[in-house]
C-alpha cells in the first residue's frame, strides 16, 4: 500500500511495509499491520530481524511474506522469483548504489531465509511447494474485482 500514490506521502519517513502498516493502523486497522511488516524481500536480508519475526509470526504473516516471494506480475516459482530479485539486488547490477546492493553472501542468505519460509508455510498447509497454484476460479474473480 505505501508505494501508492494516495498513500506514499503520509508515510514517506518509514520503510515499506512499516509504512502500509502504520497507513492501516491511521484508518482503524492495527491489526493487520503484523502481517504486512514482514513480507518484503529486503527483511531476508537482515539475519537477526529474520530470526526474530520469523519465531514469532503468525501463520498469516507467514502466508502474506510467502505470498509476496511467489507472486511478481504472475505466481512464480521461488527459483523464477530469485533470478529476479539476484538481477536487480547484484552488485554487478547496481554498481552505483551502495544502497540495495546485496554481496553473494546476502544473496545466498536471503535465499536460505525463503526456503525456510516456504518449508513452514506449505507444512502449514499441507502441501508442497510445487502445489501452490492458482485456483481455477481465481482468474474469473480476479477479472470481476477489476470490474471487468
Not at 498513500?7 to 503484523?34: I, K
Not at 525456510?116 to 508442497?128: D, Y
Amino acid at each position: 500500500m505505501d508505494k501508492l500514490p494516495l498513500v506514499r506521502p503520509s508515510v514517506t519517513e518509514l520503510a515499506h511495509a512499516e509504512g502500509s502498516a502504520e497507513w492501516l493502523a491511521r484508518r482503524g486497522y492495527p491489526e493487520l499491520g503484523e502481517a504486512i511488516v514482514g513480507h518484503p524481500v529486503t527483511r531476508l536480508a537482515d539475519g537477526s530481524w529474520f530470526d526474530r519475526w520469523f519465531a514469532g509470526a503468525s501463520p498469516e504473516a507467514l502466508v502474506v511474506a510467502y505470498a509476496d516471494k511467489r507472486a511478481g506480475q504472475k505466481l512464480e516459482s521461488m527459483a523464477e522469483r530469485f533470478a529476479s530479485w539476484e538481477r536487480r539486488y547484484a552488485p554487478e547490477e547496481r554498481p552505483q548504489r551502495a544502497r540495495g546492493v546485496w554481496s553473494p553472501e546476502t544473496l545466498a542468505a536471503v535465499r536460505r531465509r525463503a526456503e525456510v519460509l516456504e518449508a513452514r508455510v506449505c507444512a502449514l498447509a499441507g502441501v508442497a511447494p510445487s502445489d501452490v497454484r492458482r485456483l481455477a476460479w481465481t482468474g474469473r474473480a480476479l477479472q470481476l474485482a477489476r470490474g471487468g
